[in-house]
């Protein structure tokens, strides 16, 4: 690039080799989980099986070999990978890549394979990488697990002396064993609702809540008042009927004041009154 950054600018990270190699591995299993490799985007319907293993492939000419690869069920792959080629956006496409093309089918082969690199590279999406020198970029392209692997026959008897198996150490990676997992049974729900379980498990508590999720004004709402108050009700109702008599002996009050009784006791104290005003 013209006026590079500094040369001590950090390009790359470095990672722990078992990390790498456990990565590796991981990525080799999903290869092999029809779900993860259809949701990577691959066409893998007509497969037979996962992981797809084949001794057809080390054949004396491409031609050969595509049509070994679509007897396997791949045709749909790199029909899909054919029909993906488009022309780069921007200016990239006046540099040396103008074309994007989707990944196909990645080709394992072996040492003893020696044909099949050679048939391979001029078919749009099939990448070929020797068992021996397997990496992310290939397996796993955009850090997204699942790439549709074709092995050869030999490629395929040769990764147990490589990354070992879950008994033995392989061999070629100095020891390199797989990680098994802790758990035998990774149904959560099951362990959790078993009888063995349940038995050991105290009871479930439970809180009783004075208001509830509405959080409501027992002010104005007479359920809640009445769990806050058991004499509320009660209460209302001595309210009310108190509310009635006093409304009783008031109309009563003043039907007795606006009679001909009412009015003369109102005359004989007025009269009472101008006379204590005038003494």
């Known amino acids: 690039m013209f006026a590079p950054l500094k040369i001590w600018r950090k390009w790359h990270r470095r990672v722990n080799t078992t990390q790498k190699r456990h990565a590796v591995a991981s990525a080799l299993a999903a290869s092999a989980c029809a779900p993860l490799v259809m949701a990577r985007g691959h066409r893998v319907l007509d497969v037979p099986e996962l992981p797809l293993v084949s001794d057809s492939l080390n054949v004396d000419s491409t031609g050969a070999f595509l049509r070994n690869i679509n007897q396997l069920g791949a045709s749909a792959d790199l029909e899909r990978v054919r029909r993906s080629k488009k022309t ?156 009635e008599q006093r409304k009783k002996d008031r109309a009563a009050a003043i039907k007795v004041k606006r009679s001909k009784a009412g009015s003369k006791d109102k005359a004989t104290r007025n009269a009472r009154f101008n006379g204590l005003a005038a003494g």
Do not use: W
């Open 88 to 243: 780069r956006n921007g200016t990239g496409k006046m540099r040396a890549s103008r074309f994007t093309l989707r990944r196909g089918p990645l080709v394992v082969f072996s040492d003893e394979d020696s044909k099949v690199a050679q048939n391979a590279r001029n078919l749009p999406g099939v990448d070929v990488c020797n068992v021996h020198r397997l990496n992310l970029l290939h397996l796993a392209p955009g850090g997204h697990l699942g790439r549709f692997l074709i092995f050869t026959k030999n490629a395929f008897n040769a990764l147990d002396n490589i990354f070992g198996t879950y008994n033995e150490k392989g061999t070629e990676k100095a020891g390199f064993q797989l990680a098994r997992s802790h758990m035998d049974c990774a149904d959560i729900a099951r362990i959790i609702n078993s009888d063995n379980v349940q038995n050991a498990l105290r009871e479930i508590r439970t809180s009783v809540r004075v208001h509830d999720k509405t959080k409501k004004n027992p002010l104005k709402n007479a359920s809640m008042m009445q769990k806050l108050n058991p004499f509320a009700k009660q209460a209302t109702a001595l309210n009310k009927m108190a509310t």
